[in-house]
């Protein structure tokens, strides 16, 4: 008999990092020297990355010349351990340091040691030993949350405390508690700064500014960013000073910065260029290829295909760049062999040459956490590469036997330095090796060991993984329920680290799609599974609704960039609430479409249509482009109807017999969110769904709570009509009437007209008044990109974050959401699938509980129409938000105007 040879899943994106100034998180082991180290991101789907893949000599304990001198010794030997990444090993030789230190009564060096080890226990993901280490150590230093420190404490106490506090704040941060570990970073910074250590004082301000940005403080983080970078520019040393914008760099690219990342970063470049430094020219040539690689994710996910292509030339050229200077790492040459592997365009020859070199440095590495990882990634880039010949018909040029080998060996390095999380990662990519090649019972086996390793360290980075993975295997088994139980953990865990790690991560932002999504999508795939002739029970129809709910705040989430906690503004425990409103979702599938209607006091409902996704996205598409453009009639009225059967006429006989409904509520995704509901069209009755229904949508129901809107709105109105050839701006006609006659119908103040709508004169208005509602005419864009987001104000542009700041932090009266925004005359991306985010992102981000919009480049003299007729009939007439767009929409359309004028406008959220 054969025997079956095994393949591996790859995971995309591995970013290897390196040695002293590759540091995010940076603490200080600190018996002699200040060493920097690095808390790694943790990036769903990808093993932790290692602080250094250097080759170095094995640590020796020097003899000690006292029995003072023990301690001493074995501190140095944890130190030289642990920048091996040999954990296991330094936490022995940790914990021997400080019983040493105690014996002799060294209090400090005591502490230090078991700070140290603390460092250590959280690199071996031993949460409970961490804590108990580092509380230990505090308590010897005797310090407490109510402790000053004051200017006449010892200067090694200090010393000592500082860096102390540093780990503890990583502990913090690493488990989820931004909020501890930011005062815990602020009260060490409050150390350093007694010491006069600027070092010290830089590097822990960079530890702020992330929790800031996970906790959405980012006024702050942008006001000590800016302090750091004049700290930093009056640096004297210049090598010092390259160093500071290495680490600087990085955190901006951390927090979504990455343009600004890209600018520091070679401005770092070229003080080292000037300088002459190798190995810290070939750090930030490192770190630099990992900036631009992040923005040619960027710009490839929401579709600018030329921009994309500009930063991938510019990643593989740095990485190429930094692999001629460090001839002997693996790490240039690892990343650059997973790029050209990511990009389907790039020839496989390209990626082939890599691969001796890359074998004879990985054979260079001593036994270490990074060598195992970097064996692991090696071995997936390899299954990738044969994955990509076999789709392409070659006849594939990767031995598979190699594959299997580096794994091999990574494993057994894992159980010879006892680090249980190389060993999880290790066990878990042989599983999904034979998964792979179908040997289900074998790789179901080896993930349970993973999983377990993983689940007994407490980390969820790859739990997720693990579990998501004997789901699928579970699933190919027909365990259905089985399965449905490990996907449903693996979100759980997904959304923990997603919520804890997000906003210092745009690698996760961009590879949304391929680590995220894919999730929650199969498992609403296994909840409404229909073999047999059955339809799903009542239970899984509510989770596959809770499942879509929770991928829907998870897109949110990705374009905020911040965790839950500061989306549910405007959650309530009882989101439906309307007896005259049908709450509809939509569920794009593998084969199939899912349907599934929610009725006013009764049981869900649900209906299928079999259609391939391909055939469904690509009328999708040619229905989006056919509105865009007012020539494309003809073919709006063929695709209509298509979408019309496919999601609205299984329920017709549902609606019919609900009379009361007047509402329809869609929750769609994907390309659904990019078609204006209204526009489908019933070929029997000859009528668009807009002449029977009013209709919003609702990214997030449990976001977008309904509530009736009051009669009375304070509206703020204001925009620029004016061209702007510096922004490549052209004239918006209509618009003082349009704004004054919406700001007589709501008794508002004047609206803030062309050069005076600026972000200072917006930030005085909403400071001087209450406003329950915006509307703002003015050029704009959305995107699922928030840095392309952005409304047009007078000679300049203001993205999706600092408008939100804008109304949140300006406003008079901050308690009170707003009832509505409306911005006139935005469009969306075009070629960005998932651009309608743009618009209900900003809502969320502001507090609005509805949004008004524009899908694409509105007549001047239409909308003016359309929105005057909207506030009248809202204010004057007392409906609903969604009934006032309706009549406004069908008021152009009685005129005879197409579907191009008259379908163009979208209400998101709240449609009360």
Known sequence: ??????????????????????????????????????????????????????????????????????GRSLAEEGKCLYEQGQYAAAAIVWQKSAEEFKTQNHVLNQAMALSNLSLTYQQLGQWLEAKAAIAESLSLLQYNDNFTSSQEQDHDYKRVLAPSLDIRGRLEFTTGKAEEALATWQAAGKVYQQLGD???????????????????????????????????DSTTDLELKATRLLSLGKVFRQIGKLTKSQQILNESLNLATRLEIPELIGAIHLDLGNTERALWQKFKAIGKEQNAQKYFDLAKNSYQKFAKISTAKPEPKLNLLSLLLENEKEELAKSQILLPEINQSLDNLIPSRAAVISRINFAESLMKLREMQEKQGEGSMVDIGEIAEHLAIALKAADSIQDNRAKSLALGSLGGLYEQNKQLDYAINLTKKALKLSLDMSTSDIEYRWQWQIGRLLKQEGKIEEAIEYYTAAVKHLHAIRSNLLPTDPEVQFSFRDRVEPVYRELVDLLLRTDGGTKPTQEHLKQAIEQIDNLQLAELENFLGCSEKLVKINQTTNPITDPKAAIIYPIILDNKTAIILQLPEQKLKYYETIQPKNIVETTLKQLQIALINEDETPLVKKKSPEVYNWLIKPLILDLEQNKQIETLVFVPNGLLRNIPMGVLYDGNQQKYLLQNYAIAIAPR???????????????????????????????????????????????????????????????????????????????????????????????????????????????????????????????????????????????????SRSAISSLWTAQDERNTEL????????????????????MAQLSLRNQGHSPHIWANYILVGNWL
């Not at 769903?44 to 020796?60: F, M, N, Y």
């Not at 929105?867 to 309706?886: D, N, P, R, V």
Request: net charge positive; glycine share 6%; with cysteine.
């Open 1 to 70: 008999m054969v025997r079956k040879k095994v393949i591996l899943l790859p995971r995309r994106g591995h970013l290897v990092q390196i040695n002293r100034w590759r540091s995010l998180i940076l603490t200080i082991l600190f018996l002699l020297t200040l060493v920097l180290t690095t808390l790694p991101s943790v990036k769903p789907g990808v093993a932790i990355t290692p602080e250094s893949l250097t080759p170095s000599l094995p640590c020796i304990r020097e003899a000690a010349q006292s029995t003072g001198s023990v």
């Open 198 to 232: 600027r070092n010290g004082e830089i590097q822990n301000s960079l530890n702020q500014v992330q929790a800031m940005a996970v906790l959405g403080s980012y006024l702050p983080a942008k006001r000590l960013l800016k302090k750091l970078k004049g700290t930093i």
């Open 701 to 847: 129901l449990q976001i977008f709570a309904p509530k009736p809107t009051p009669q009375n709105l304070n509206v703020l109105t204001g925009g620029v009509g004016i061209p702007q050839p510096q922004l490549n701006l052209e004239p918006i006609y209509g618009l003082e009437a349009e704004l004054n006659t919406i700001s007589q119908i709501a008794k508002s103040n004047p609206p803030i007209l062309n050069q005076n709508f600026t972000k200072e004169n917006l930030k005085k208005h909403l400071a001087s008044d209450s406003f329950s509602a915006i509307h703002i005419k003015t050029h704009g864009k959305f995107s699922s990109d928030p840095e392309e987001t952005f409304i047009a104000a007078y000679q300049e542009k203001i993205n999706s974050k600092d408008f939100a700041d804008l109304v949140q932090l300006g406003g008079k009266d901050k308690t009170k959401p707003l009832e509505l925004l409306v911005l006139s005359a935005c469009e969306t991306a075009q070629g960005d699938n998932k651009a309608v985010l743009g618009l209900a992102g900003i809502a969320v981000r502001l507090g």
């Open 867 to 886: 929105m005057t007729q909207f506030y009248t009939e809202l204010l004057a007439s007392g409906i609903t938000k969604a009934k006032a767009l309706q």
